[in-house]
């Protein structure tokens, strides 16, 4: 029986090709996304970003790094104990992130105010910590961008109560392009090997920022970002700019 073929220039070469599926297929719903994080900062709005297991990663894209938007604030379930009062033992629980009832909590740890935008991040879009989250933000009126596999999302059944799924509820949804699964080289016992919702994920979340900047920029606003706090002067220009949103930045519990 043959093998089946691994090894890095193969993933290199699937990430290549996935790069490019993800922007030709996010091209609307990319300049949608970035019309809603520009009108978002533009009125003094914060965007929220949440992500459980590896979706936190994109969640970090959005919020507090060199090159992002200041106004971003990152929800995490660490948020139940680092401001929530809960026991770290929390945390413990692997299926915490599929619990009904933390949405609220989580939703009311974030301060947000009635101009925020919520990015919602999650490969299948159907675990009930996700749903709920955005069950409760668009309830609120806030506008909910998803950040979602489509392909994953409609090949497993929908865990939550209402049977909907995040990009159900979302005002705009990114499709990371990640197959079922996420991983993408077979393996011989039938595994997977190299998932690629990371990486695609956080090419639409630059090429987001990217585009609400550059929508800033020729309608007359400031667009508050980020430079690295390791060059000269970065920590003291990004404290000037952090402070115009004094209580309202949150990172993942901090």
């Known amino acids: 029986m043959s093998q089946p073929a691994l ?12 790069f490019e599926r993800v922007v030709a297929s996010n091209k609307d719903a ?11 900062v533009a009125g003094d709005g914060v965007i929220h970003a949440f992500g459980t297991g590896h979706s936190q990663a994109a969640a970090l894209e959005i919020a507090g790094r060199a090159g992002g ?4 604030s990152r929800i995490a379930l660490a948020d139940l104990v680092l401001r929530g009062g809960e026991e770290a033992a929390v945390l413990a629980d692997p299926l915490l992130e599929r ?30 910590s996700i ?18 596999s489509l392909e994953h999302t409609h090949a497993v059944p ?8 995040l990009a159900d509820l979302a005002d705009v949804v990114l499709d990371n392009g990640a197959p079922t699964g996420d991983a993408v080289l077979p393996l011989p016992d039938g595994g997977a090997l190299c998932g690629v919702s ?40 990004n404290a000037v700019l952090e402070a115009r949103y ?7 519990g901090h």
């Open 7 to 18: 090894g890095a220039a193969l993933f290199v070469d699937y990430a290549r090709q996935a």
């Open 30 to 40: 990319v300049g949608a996304a970035a019309r809603l994080f520009a009108e978002c």
């Open 69 to 72: 938007f200041v106004p971003t």
């Open 99 to 128: 619990s009904p009832g933390l949405a609220e909590r989580l939703y009311a740890l974030a301060t947000p105010r009635p101009q925020d935008l919520f990015v919602v991040i999650s490969n299948s879009g159907v675990n009930n």
């Open 131 to 148: 749903v709920d989250l955005a069950l409760t933000v668009t309830g609120a009126g806030h506008p909910l961008v998803a950040l979602t």
């Open 158 to 165: 929908a865990l939550h109560p209402s049977g909907r799924r």
């Open 198 to 237: 990371t990486l695609t994920s956080s090419l639409l979340v630059q090429m987001v920022v990217a585009e609400a900047v550059a929508l800033l920029l020729a309608e007359g606003y400031e667009a508050p970002v980020y430079v690295s706090a390791n060059i000269p002067g970065g920590h003291e220009r």
């Open 246 to 252: 004094a209580g309202r930045l949150h990172r993942g």
